[in-house]
């Protein structure tokens, strides 16, 4: 039989997690966890209280949470929560996050759902009132003091006559047997203390002075080094591996082929290099890639499988009847997550149990991947959250935590694996190429009467899940099958709108099923979605699908508000009925001073140095955040280099936990989506990947003339909490589109606006 | 194999690697620093740099033998927890940063041209950091940082 451990003899036996828990050595010391649980490690049960929180005989509180932080403020803002909560002060609040013995599983930490997950009136957030509720009643009883009688004070429960009782006295080191109440009042904002301020990051200290324990930075007692040899072409076959190739390579360990995978171990990281670079591997070549110049008719020309996401069957005949009818074409390249630190993870995979030290976002399914990729049963698989460097999505880290799994599995010691920036540009999962295609019929009133939008995208891979560990690189060549798109004709849209991906723009009413979800008030819609396969892996690179189809929606309300000789804010205004987009259009075109004029700007000289002004703005996923966003450029029209000056962003998230918080989330979205609208895209030629390192695939550094970037934060403490963290990304392309639109009277429809790119939309002028 | 010796942020080491193998193995794997980290490993992010005679080196390309006799800080030699150094300071009060993987490059590379050129201008800062990269794009909270340690300087 399985010896089932429990929570406690997991904390107090293994001495891994001194390695995990020393990830917060330069935050001050909290008790060492200490949660009184008796959970099936695996099965840590989400409605039971004491896998939520734990009171230390000390009074300080360990909670557990399986959202974690990835290097976006995750882990302050969930400690200030609990803080919050139980009305203690942030330093007495340990937080542990994503780790398969002692977090509940709460999925992946991705796709701007660890706000709305954890701060409403479910999980983490529900579990700490619950505990407050529950000690304040403690309290009740201990003191003889009716509970509406009694205040907390940083844990402490006091009554008016002065007695007192503090948390530790009433529960620490105990368990609260207690499951989480549902109804358990969570603390309005009008009382915050510790949520609704800007908190500096917890973390902000360590990483300044070089001390934060990053994923790269495990070192486990043991520990060898191993580097993958990934296939030079896409779809390329192992025919032969020659092992005697680096036989002359000191320290090397083994050499690992498992069906197409391949890696080398070795004791020192720089030997595991060379063996890895030295390694004589006869690779089939792979089935060749389309090319790339004409890759978005490619797509057209694919099987698809279609989700039909409104339609209300008279867009035919209104863009018949239309004064005027526009069209124009959108198109997007694949990206990369390109991550600063090229992905890392520690593995040590032993006969009957393993330990995963991983950046991964997916702590459970990451343990259901490594069980497949093993054999060994997924109890058995322990795997520890250690952040790693910004991921922005799916990069690398699940694929280099299975690379690291294989190679410890081959060699039955700890391996630690670092990948190159070659290797993960190779062949990551890359964010979605697109083309969008849009066409508007405008009434003889200048107001739009009918939107028809028909878009194509790309998919093959993904998130791994609990059962696809095919899905990324690793898994592939290791002989599983990632996902692909099965062709399927669309059915008639079905109960209700589904926008996550917003690829209804925010002007149509959204109308399925008779209730009508959309943020806009044109009636007249039809918005048709293809997924198409694709030759290259694909994953959710952050504000997936949105960010494109916001590109392409936004920036053809551009088109046609310059076709009417509207305002861009006014015309917006015109067609959005939703008050909370309404307002963060508001809120921006005012703190922009933005002046009530149709674009393109007049009296601009068509060549030299122009300027002009951008609006975009969405109602994230349908209704998870609401952001608006202007950018003022300057427009070089001979050299064609666009320098965006100036980006006002107006966010509503509902409550806002941490405002400066969310200022930085803020800010660096939209450099962000200003790095991947002027120069990120991926690039290959018949066979392979080109774009493999910073030279050829071209981020803005650091050095650039930064623009000024200015937030307007509309608070919302009656409204739910939503995500923020991939909201301005997704408006800067569009937002810096319009302006380049406004300053010359160019349109670009193509992303990355590159310098050639913007001449070329220069010259078609006319 | 012969043993190196090396000194890095005030403390002699001897390590027993070949000469070849990239500074940066030695301080994150022998030394267990985690200051300098492993960005691309072709000199074209600066997550690996480090200050060697008061200049901003990528130690993903310098082999061992070319620092021998000279000190290596990295950014934890700068300044510490309890005492930052001045420009540590300045990032941890804008809080420039987040998630803080690409900083030796951002840190270093901005002392090292301020310490030498207290006077520098907007171009010269930029110029600098042209090959430093940050993917969060943290850029407005780093540049304001720089500019508040060289308002110190100056």
């Keep these: ?766 | 194999m012969a043993a190196s010796s090396l000194k890095v942020n005030g403390h002699v080491h001897k390590v027993d690697v070949p000469p070849e193998t990239p500074l940066l193995y030695v301080l994150s794997d022998e030394l267990q620093l985690r200051g300098p980290k492993f960005g691309c490993g072709l000199a074209q992010c600066g997550a690996c740099t480090v200050i060697i005679q008061g200049k901003a080196v990528r130690s993903c390309v310098t082999p061992i033998s070319a620092v021998t006799n000279r000190e290596v800080i990295t950014l934890e030699g700068v300044g510490s927890p309890e005492k930052p150094h001045a420009i540590q300071q300045d990032f941890i009060d804008e809080g420039a940063a987040q998630c803080g993987f690409c900083l030796s490059g951002v840190i270093l590379s901005a002392k090292a041209l301020l310490d030498e050129n207290p006077k520098a201008s907007d171009e010269q800062i930029q110029e600098a950091l042209s090959n430093v990269l940050c993917r969060c794009f943290a850029h407005t909270r780093m540049m304001r940082a720089i500019k508040r340690y060289q308002a110190r300087r100056a």
């Design chain 1, 1 to 766: 039989m399985k010896k089932e451990l429990s929570r406690r003899d997991f904390l107090k036996a293994s001495g891994a997690l001194v390695v995990s828990f020393s990830a917060s050595s330069a935050i001050p010391p909290f008790a060492t966890a200490q949660g009184p649980f008796d959970t099936h490690p695996s099965h840590v049960n989400p409605d039971k209280l004491d896998s939520w929180l734990a009171v230390a005989s000390d009074g300080s509180v360990t909670a557990y949470t399986g959202k974690c932080d990835l290097g976006q403020g995750m882990y302050t803002v969930q400690t200030q929560l609990v803080a919050e909560e139980l009305c203690v002060s942030i330093e007495k609040v340990k937080l542990i996050q994503c780790d398969t013995s002692v977090t509940p599983d709460q999925g992946t930490t991705s796709g701007s759902q660890s706000t709305p997950t954890n701060f409403n009136t479910r999980n983490l957030a529900q579990a700490a009132a619950t505990a407050r509720e529950a000690l304040i009643g403690m309290a009740a009883q201990s003191l003889g003091v009716p509970a509406d009688q009694l205040t907390i004070e940083d844990g402490v429960v006091g009554a008016k006559g002065g007695q007192r009782v503090s948390y530790s006295e009433l529960i620490g080191g105990k368990r609260f047997e207690l499951a989480v109440s549902a109804t358990a009042k969570r603390r309005s904002p009008s009382e915050w203390k510790v949520l609704g301020t800007s908190v500096p990051s917890l973390d902000r200290v360590a990483l300044m002075t070089g001390t934060f324990e990053f994923v790269h930075n495990i070192h486990v007692p043991g520990m060898v080094h191993g580097r993958v040899v990934r296939p030079p072409e896409i779809g390329a076959t192992v025919e032969k591996v020659d092992e005697m190739s680096v036989q002359h390579i000191p320290g090397v360990i083994k050499v690992v082929a498992r069906n197409n995978f391949v890696g080398v171990v070795a004791e020192k990281q720089w030997e595991a290099a060379q063996a890895a670079k030295d390694l004589k591997v006869s690779w089939k070549p792979g089935p060749g890639l389309p090319v790339q110049t004409d890759f978005y008719n490619y797509m057209r020309k694919q099987d698809s499988r279609d989700v039909m996401l409104v339609n209300s069957k008279d867009v035919d005949d209104k863009l018949k009847s239309a004064a005027h009818v526009l069209k124009a074409t959108y198109s997007y390249p694949y990206q990369a997550h390109g991550s600063i630190g090229s992905s890392c993870a520690v593995a040590d995979v032993q006969a009957d149990h393993a330990t995963i030290w991983s950046p991964t976002q997916s702590a459970y399914p990451t343990q259901h991947g490594i069980s497949m990729l093993t054999g060994l049963t997924a109890d058995s698989v322990r795997v520890i959250f250690v952040r790693g460097s910004g991921c922005y999505g799916l990069n690398a880290a699940d694929t280099v935590s299975f690379d690291a799994a294989l190679l410890s599995q081959a060699v039955h010691k700890p391996v630690r694996v670092q990948l190159t920036r070659q290797d993960e540009f190779l062949s990551e999962n890359y964010g979605s190429a697109c083309v969008i295609l849009q066409q508007v019929g405008i009434g003889a009133n200048g107001a739009i009467q009918a939107w028809d939008c028909e878009s194509w995208s790309v998919s093959l891979g993904g998130r791994p899940g609990y059962e696809r560990p095919g899905n990324v690189i690793t898994g592939m060549l290791a002989g599983f099958d990632p996902e692909t798109i099965t062709p399927r004709a669309a059915a008639a849209p079905t109960g209700e709108l589904r926008n996550g991906s917003n690829a209804v723009p925010s002007y149509l009413a959204g109308c399925v099923s008779g209730k009508c979800a959309g943020a806009g008030s044109v009636r007249s819609e039809r918005v048709l979605m293809h997924a198409v396969r694709s030759p290259l892996f694909t994953g959710p690179l952050r504000s997936p699908l949105r960010l494109q189809n916001t590109f392409a929606h936004e920036c053809f309300m551009d088109e046609v508000s310059a076709h009417v000789k509207a305002d861009p804010v006014e015309f917006r205004l015109q067609h959005l009925s939703d008050a909370r987009i309404v307002g963060v259009v508001k809120a921006a075109a005012q703190k922009a001073n933005w002046v009530t004029r149709p674009s393109p700007q007049r009296g601009n000289a068509s060549d030299g140095m122009v300027t002009g002004r951008g609006i975009a703005c969405v109602a994230y996923e349908g209704a998870n955040g609401y952001a608006a966003l202007v950018a003022e450029v300057e427009v070089d029209q001979v050299s064609g280099r666009v320098q965006p000056k100036r980006f006002v962003a107006a966010l509503d998230c509902g409550p806002i936990s941490n405002p400066d918080g969310l200022r930085n989330q803020i800010e660096g979205g939209v450099l962000q989506g200003t790095s991947r609208a002027l120069g990120e895209e991926i690039t290959w030629d018949n066979r392979k990947v080109t774009s493999i390192d910073w030279r050829s695939y071209h981020t803005l550094p650091l050095g650039i003339e930064a623009p000024i970037i200015e937030s307007v934060l509309l608070d919302q403490p009656a409204a739910k909490a939503t995500g923020a963290g991939e909201t301005a990304i997704t408006l800067a392309a569009a937002a810096i589109g319009n302006a380049i639109f406004d300053a010359t009277g160019a349109r670009i429809r193509q992303v990355p606006f590159t310098a050639d790119r913007v001449k070329e939309a220069l010259a078609a002028r006319g």
